[in-house]
């Protein structure tokens, strides 16, 4: 039996086979390149076009907010001129010129969904974390993974210097020389 079906991201009244057809979020690239060449299907719109698209204005932020495609740590992308780009480095490529080798697209807003050209800056790694530490974002104490002491115990260690240092160690199960360091100062700083 063969039966035809039509696809959502092709006119109307294109059919196709059952065998070939395309659910909508994993539309075949390789078959709309096929109907691209037979001008039977473009992609639409110019690549500004396609990206005010895929954005909502946040009104109390004033990011652009992607809504697309999102790389796991929430990154904006699209696929553009036969390959994946980052949103924020092709809007910085297309509309303040090429990117210096070893600098980054960084964002003022610290929204990685944002795609607003004005919340975009310039900046080499240590700019980048430089910047994530002004802005209070480095993991330190509980927030790192693994961490055995919480703050109130480093607080504890710290204030009773009475108790010696093995003694909180074999209480919290951490290494002496950590509680040396958290007395010392070297480690915990932020507290």
């Not at 697309?68 to 809007?91: C, E, F, Q």
């Not at 909180?168 to 700083?189: D, L, N, P």
């Amino acid at each position: 039996m063969n039966s035809s079906r039509s696809c959502a991201m092709r006119p109307a009244n294109y059919q196709i086979e059952a065998s070939q057809f395309c659910y909508e979020r994993d539309h075949s690239m390789v078959f709309a390149k096929k109907l691209e060449r037979r001008g039977k299907w473009k992609r639409p719109g110019t690549l500004w076009q396609r990206i005010r698209a895929r954005y909502r204005i946040d009104g109390r932020t004033g990011c652009h907010i992607w809504t697309a495609l999102l790389t796991p740590k929430g990154y904006a992308r699209m696929w553009w001129d036969g390959r994946n780009h980052r949103v924020s480095r092709l809007i910085w490529t297309q509309r303040r010129g090429r990117i210096p080798q070893g600098k980054h697209v960084l964002h003022k807003c610290d929204n990685p969904a944002c795609v607003r050209l004005a919340h975009l800056f310039l900046g080499d790694n240590t700019v980048n974390m430089r910047d994530r530490d002004r802005k209070g974002r480095q993991a330190r104490g509980i927030r790192t993974g693994g961490v055995r002491l919480t703050d109130a115990k480093v607080r504890q260690i710290r204030r009773q210097t009475k108790i010696s240092a093995s003694t909180f160690a074999r209480k919290f199960g951490v290494a002496i020389s950590t509680v040396c360091r958290i007395r010392s100062g070297a480690t915990w700083s932020h507290l």
